[in-house]
Nanobody, 122 residues
Framework: QVQLVESGGGLVQAGGSLRLSCAASGRTFSSSTMGWFRQAPGKEREFVAD????????SYADSVKGRFTISRDNAKNTVYLQMNSLKPEDTAVYYCAASPSGSRWVRDYDYWGQGTQVTVSS
Protein backbone atom coordinates (compact mmCIF):
# COMPACT_ATOMS: atom_id res chain seq x y z
CA GLN A 1 0.00 0.00 0.00
CA VAL A 2 1.17 3.52 -0.83
CA GLN A 3 -0.57 6.69 0.33
CA LEU A 4 0.17 9.83 -1.68
CA VAL A 5 -0.40 13.50 -0.81
CA GLU A 6 0.35 16.27 -3.31
CA SER A 7 1.12 19.87 -2.45
CA GLY A 8 2.54 22.99 -4.07
CA GLY A 9 -0.18 23.91 -6.51
CA GLY A 10 -1.50 27.43 -6.88
CA LEU A 11 -2.07 30.37 -9.17
CA VAL A 12 0.85 31.65 -11.25
CA GLN A 13 1.26 33.95 -14.23
CA ALA A 14 2.33 32.62 -17.60
CA GLY A 15 6.09 32.22 -17.70
CA GLY A 16 6.28 31.55 -13.98
CA SER A 17 7.32 28.47 -12.04
CA LEU A 18 5.90 26.11 -9.46
CA ARG A 19 7.27 23.05 -7.73
CA LEU A 20 4.86 20.27 -6.84
CA SER A 21 5.65 17.74 -4.14
CA CYS A 22 4.16 14.34 -3.50
CA ALA A 23 4.75 12.84 -0.08
CA ALA A 24 4.37 9.09 0.08
CA SER A 25 3.91 6.67 2.91
CA GLY A 26 4.16 2.92 2.66
CA ARG A 27 6.94 0.45 2.34
CA THR A 28 6.84 0.11 -1.43
CA PHE A 29 7.55 3.74 -2.37
CA SER A 30 11.25 3.27 -2.97
CA SER A 31 10.59 0.36 -5.34
CA SER A 32 7.80 2.08 -7.27
CA THR A 33 7.93 4.06 -10.46
CA MET A 34 6.31 7.40 -9.74
CA GLY A 35 4.34 9.41 -12.24
CA TRP A 36 2.71 12.79 -12.56
CA PHE A 37 -0.53 13.15 -14.49
CA ARG A 38 -2.87 16.06 -15.02
CA GLN A 39 -6.52 16.56 -15.84
CA ALA A 40 -8.04 19.73 -17.21
CA PRO A 41 -11.81 20.37 -17.04
CA GLY A 42 -13.66 18.32 -19.63
CA LYS A 43 -10.54 16.40 -20.64
CA GLU A 44 -9.13 12.99 -19.89
CA ARG A 45 -6.32 12.51 -17.41
CA GLU A 46 -3.01 12.65 -19.26
CA PHE A 47 0.55 11.61 -18.60
CA VAL A 48 3.04 14.33 -17.70
CA ALA A 49 6.21 12.58 -16.50
CA ASP A 50 7.49 9.53 -14.69
CA UNK A 51 10.64 8.45 -12.89
CA UNK A 52 12.00 5.01 -12.14
CA UNK A 53 12.50 3.76 -8.60
CA UNK A 54 16.20 4.66 -8.65
CA UNK A 55 15.71 7.99 -10.39
CA UNK A 56 17.92 6.78 -13.21
CA UNK A 57 15.24 6.93 -15.86
CA UNK A 58 12.78 9.71 -16.55
CA SER A 59 10.34 10.36 -19.36
CA TYR A 60 8.14 13.28 -20.28
CA ALA A 61 5.15 14.15 -22.40
CA ASP A 62 6.18 16.14 -25.46
CA SER A 63 4.07 19.06 -24.26
CA VAL A 64 6.22 19.57 -21.15
CA LYS A 65 9.64 18.36 -22.30
CA GLY A 66 12.30 20.97 -21.62
CA ARG A 67 10.07 22.88 -19.18
CA PHE A 68 9.24 20.34 -16.46
CA THR A 69 11.62 18.20 -14.42
CA ILE A 70 10.65 15.19 -12.31
CA SER A 71 12.86 14.05 -9.45
CA ARG A 72 12.61 11.98 -6.31
CA ASP A 73 14.22 11.66 -2.90
CA ASN A 74 13.73 8.14 -1.61
CA ALA A 75 15.15 9.08 1.79
CA LYS A 76 12.28 11.55 2.17
CA ASN A 77 9.69 9.41 0.37
CA THR A 78 8.94 12.36 -1.88
CA VAL A 79 8.68 12.95 -5.61
CA TYR A 80 8.81 16.41 -7.14
CA LEU A 81 7.72 18.11 -10.32
CA GLN A 82 9.52 21.37 -11.09
CA MET A 83 7.47 23.32 -13.62
CA ASN A 84 9.07 26.25 -15.42
CA SER A 85 7.90 28.50 -18.25
CA LEU A 86 4.31 27.70 -17.40
CA LYS A 87 1.61 28.27 -19.99
CA PRO A 88 -2.16 28.73 -19.61
CA GLU A 89 -2.63 25.31 -21.21
CA ASP A 90 -0.80 23.76 -18.25
CA THR A 91 -3.81 24.63 -16.08
CA ALA A 92 -5.14 21.40 -14.58
CA VAL A 93 -5.39 19.30 -11.46
CA TYR A 94 -2.07 17.50 -11.08
CA TYR A 95 -1.91 14.00 -9.61
CA CYS A 96 0.98 11.85 -8.53
CA ALA A 97 0.69 8.12 -8.81
CA ALA A 98 2.65 4.95 -8.09
CA SER A 99 3.18 1.99 -10.37
CA PRO A 100 5.10 -1.27 -9.98
CA SER A 101 6.57 -0.89 -13.44
CA GLY A 102 5.79 2.53 -14.83
CA SER A 103 4.15 3.58 -18.05
CA ARG A 104 2.30 6.48 -19.63
CA TRP A 105 -1.07 4.85 -19.10
CA VAL A 106 -3.41 5.67 -16.24
CA ARG A 107 -4.47 2.02 -15.96
CA ASP A 108 -0.94 0.93 -15.03
CA TYR A 109 -0.86 3.01 -11.84
CA ASP A 110 -2.21 1.43 -8.66
CA TYR A 111 -2.17 4.33 -6.22
CA TRP A 112 -3.16 7.97 -6.65
CA GLY A 113 -3.07 11.15 -4.65
CA GLN A 114 -6.02 13.51 -4.30
CA GLY A 115 -4.58 16.07 -6.70
CA THR A 116 -3.45 19.68 -6.48
CA GLN A 117 -4.78 22.51 -8.62
CA VAL A 118 -2.41 24.46 -10.87
CA THR A 119 -3.81 27.55 -12.56
CA VAL A 120 -1.74 29.57 -15.02
CA SER A 121 -3.10 32.98 -15.94
CA SER A 122 -2.32 34.68 -19.25
Amino acid sequence: QVQLVESGGGLVQAGGSLRLSCAASGRTFSSSTMGWFRQAPGKEREFVADISWSGGRTSYADSVKGRFTISRDNAKNTVYLQMNSLKPEDTAVYYCAASPSGSRWVRDYDYWGQGTQVTVSS
